[in-house]
């Protein structure tokens, strides 16, 4: 099942009008976001996604395949590192993590015994999770298995988790299901993870799987905090989460330009840096 139309946003404009048509090389790299992201995917869902053939897509799998990012397989792909990742519980993505360290540093600054919180996956939000290890009496619900294990460590804590599909490269669970889980439930804060933060796009994400459990995570939660380093903020992914007044602050990093946050102010968003 899809999200609602007002949920999905390929790209961008461009995308979304001309799929058919879209340079080759930029929807590949989308594809392989998607997969990145969700795991793998199968060829038929991915020609609807981008609006274009079967064929093509399956081109655009061996190109990637030949590229040695991927495996293909019978009606679609699975991303290459994937096993290694599971056993081993990494991320796949590893990129800027000092100023991940950073921002979920001073994330934790704002979390205190007995909180009750909601903690979205990802390699800033597991950076965070280290950072309130030493908090106790913590109320967390995550859909994240690798900081479900971090914070359930502390016998003091509750953690909860939603049901849903299993992603492996984000070691977490989606859809719509998980997303179903948190209709009733109530949070003081939730902090959000995104894959590209824009003053047009607002909040986008490689595929569609994710759309579900962050909007239910956004309903539950009195405020939304996104931990995004300086590198999210101008890009754009494939499918949207909604605009920027969606979240009530964003902490990031010291390398944010002053003209990024010039736009963050008219649009009305609080930005506190990690330094």
């Not at 989308?30 to 609807?48: H, N, T, Y």
Request: aromatic share 6%.
């Amino acid at each position: 099942m899809k999200p609602p139309k007002s949920e999905i946003r390929g790209g961008n404009a461009a995308t979304r009008e001309q799929s058919p048509s879209l340079l080759a090389e930029p929807r590949r790299m989308m594809i392989l976001e998607w997969v990145q992201e969700e795991g793998s995917a199968r060829v038929r869902d991915l020609a609807q996604a981008f609006r274009v053939s079967e064929a093509t897509i399956r081109q655009d799998l061996e190109r990637l395949e030949k590229n040695g990012f991927i495996e293909r397989e019978h009606g679609g792909a699975f991303l290459k590192s994937m096993p290694q990742q599971v056993q081993s519980m990494t991320l796949q993505n590893s990129h800027n993590m000092q100023a991940k360290r950073k921002i979920g540093q001073l994330a934790a600054t704002m979390v205190a015994d007995g909180d009750s919180i909601i903690i979205d996956s990802g390699t800033t939000t597991t950076e965070f999770a280290r950072c309130i290890t030493g908090r106790n009496q913590l109320n967390v619900i995550t859909n994240a298995l690798n900081i479900a294990l971090l914070l359930g460590a502390n016998p003091s804590n509750t953690i909860h988790m939603p049901g849903g599909q299993f992603k492996a490269p984000t070691l977490s669970l989606s859809g719509e299901r998980s997303g179903e889980y948190f209709e009733g439930l109530f949070a003081q804060r939730l902090f959000l993870a995104t894959a590209g933060l824009s003053f047009d796009s607002g909040l986008t994400y490689p595929a569609l799987g994710d759309i579900y459990v962050k909007n239910a995570m956004i309903k539950a939660a009195s405020e939304v905090v996104l931990l995004a380093d300086s590198s999210k903020i101008g890009r754009v992914s494939f499918s949207s989460l909604g605009g920027l007044d969606r979240v009530n602050l964003l902490i990031t990093d010291n390398d944010i330009t002053q003209q990024h946050l010039t736009q963050f102010q008219h649009c009305g968003l609080k930005v506190l840096r990690a330094k």
